[in-house]
């Protein structure tokens, strides 16, 4: 394992995250602290207006936090510039949502590629990983296909390919199976289930449905702003 492997792949302490609506301060996140160390395959659920969100997006370092301590693979978020900060999140993080942001007059295998773009790889060698990642994810033979010929359990799944394609150390996944049938939905969730075991990534779900947080092994429960109950510490 290396020394980078030895660090959690996320940790934060005291966390909090407040808002001005209309005026007045909405407390989203109140002081939440959690470690997840890689090859963590972790759930975050909570009904609507917990505070789920908001922690899946600083954890995701799309935001910053009011006040509190955010480390992602060890380095400190605080001491970041925002460039330096998108340069973290490019290579160390992999993003699913549940609206799949895919190019709609791009193939799959464009999609996929872009990330690499934006790391100057060059185009020989992003259009392998892309297709690389596409068979990972049973779509090697959809290489070609634009979204509006996919269903939309293939449309996440080419999601999840894009995520994948920079090698990221965490995975997070925000409602990834939101807008799927229960088919597509079991698909994505087995797919999320073996990159974790096969890869040792640490894979974050947000979600407010039990039955997809019970594909985690562990569950953090987040209500008003704070943890209700984090199940690796419930553990005897």
Do not use: W
Not at 162 to 174: E, N, Y
Not at 179 to 184: E, G, I, R, W, Y
């Amino acid at each position: 394992m290396s020394d980078g492997e030895l660090r959690p792949a996320l940790q934060v302490e005291e966390l909090t995250r407040s808002y001005q609506l209309e005026g007045v301060a909405v407390e989203a996140l109140r002081g939440v602290s959690l470690r997840i160390d890689h090859g963590e395959f972790v759930a975050i659920i909570g009904p609507s207006g917990s505070g789920k969100s908001t922690l899946m997006h600083l954890l995701g370092c799309l935001d910053r936090p009011s006040s509190g301590v955010l480390r992602v693979n060890g380095v400190e978020m605080s001491k970041l510039s925002d460039t330096e900060l998108a340069e973290l999140r490019n290579r160390t993080i992999g993003f699913v949502f549940q609206s799949f942001h895919l190019l709609a007059r791009t193939s799959a295998l464009e999609n996929v590629a872009l990330p690499l773009v934006y790391r100057g790889v060059g185009k020989t060698e992003r259009r392998d990983r892309a297709r690389a990642a596409l068979e990972a994810v049973g779509l090697g033979h959809r290489l070609d296909h634009r979204p509006s010929q996919m269903s939309g359990g293939e449309q996440q799944r080419v999601a999840i390919a894009r995520a994948l394609v920079g090698d990221p150390k965490i995975l997070l996944a925000d409602e990834p199976t939101g807008n799927l049938d229960t088919a597509s939905g079991t698909e994505v969730m087995a797919i999320l289930d073996r990159l974790n075991t096969d890869h040792a990534m640490a894979v974050v779900l947000v979600t407010h449905e039990p039955a997809i947080a019970a594909h985690a092994r562990r569950q953090i429960h987040v209500r008003d702003g704070l943890i209700e109950l984090d199940t690796a510490l419930a553990r005897p």
